[in-house]
T-cell receptor, first 116, second 113 residues
Framework: DTGVSQDPRHKITKRGQNVTFRCDPI?????LYWYRQTLGQGPEFLTY????????KSRLLSDRFSAERPKGSFSTLEIQRTEQGDSAMYLC??????????????FGDGTRLSIL | GESVGLHLPTLSVQEGDNSIINCAYS??????FIWYKQESGKGPQFIID?????DKRQGQRVTVLLNKTVKHLSLQIAATQPGDSAVYFC????????????FGSGTRLSIRP
């Protein structure tokens, strides 16, 4: 399967702990996106990378959140000092190289985070 | 602000019938729209897209209609099957850039046998 891969699929942690998620985009996709989805809602944009450069961050991305894409391939999303409100599905998506805005983003199956 | 909304949160359809899922968008400058299907425990799956210079696009068993005059988008699924059960999201990409997709809150489609 050469789709977007996310790890872990599920994460349960205590409030106050740090968590890190990984996303491996579709090979050759130079754009990578992170979204957050809560129950019954559509995904909300968090941040976007083109290659290794983080080009946009949503106001939803507080200073406890940090995302990296050091080599322009996989990406990590870290949440520090987790809070109850961080419980959600964290989705990663990627889109093709040299695409314009009219290209669909392909999503992974997400990491479901539960804060105890 | 920008928003993509859906008229109905749930839709129940008899197996074999056609399904129509509607969506309203507010940003008249948006130039690209996508329908995604999301099954339980999975990420959104691309179904079909349409650019603002088109008013209709057909795929396999699916058709997307775009009415820019009233800022309305619809997804038609022909001969609905049990495997079509999912939450369907319409989404728009604003013209400002290629980054974020703005999703609506979704319509849950259930199929009656």
């Amino acid at each position: 399967d050469t789709g977007v891969s996310q790890d872990p699929r599920h994460k349960i942690t205590k409030r106050g702990q740090n968590v890190t998620f990984r996303c491996d985009p579709i090979s050759e996709h130079n754009r990578l996106y992170w979204y957050r989805q809560t129950l019954g809602q559509g995904p909300e944009f968090l941040t976007y990378f083109q290659n290794e450069a983080q080009l946009e961050k949503s106001r939803l991305l507080s200073d406890r959140f940090s995302a990296e894409r050091p080599k322009g391939s996989f990406s990590t999303l870290e949440i520090q000092r987790t809070e109850q409100g961080d419980s959600a599905m964290y989705l990663c998506a990627s889109s093709p190289r040299n695409s314009d805005s009219n290209q669909p983003q392909h999503f992974g199956d997400g990491t479901r985070l539960s804060i105890l | 602000g920008e928003s993509v909304g859906l008229h109905l949160p749930t839709l129940s359809v008899q197996e074999g019938d056609n399904s129509i899922i509607n969506c309203a968008y507010s940003n008249s400058a948006s130039d690209y729209f996508i329908w995604y299907k999301q099954e339980s425990g999975k990420g959104p799956q691309f179904i079909i897209d349409i650019r603002s210079n088109m008013d209709k696009r057909q795929g396999q068993r699916v058709t997307v209609l775009l009415n820019k005059t009233v800022k309305h988008l619809s997804l038609q699924i022909a001969a609905t099957q049990p495997g079509d059960s999912a939450v369907y999201f319409c989404a728009e990409i604003p013209p400002a850039g290629a980054s974020k997709i703005i999703f609506g809150s979704g319509t849950r489609l259930s199929i009656r046998p």
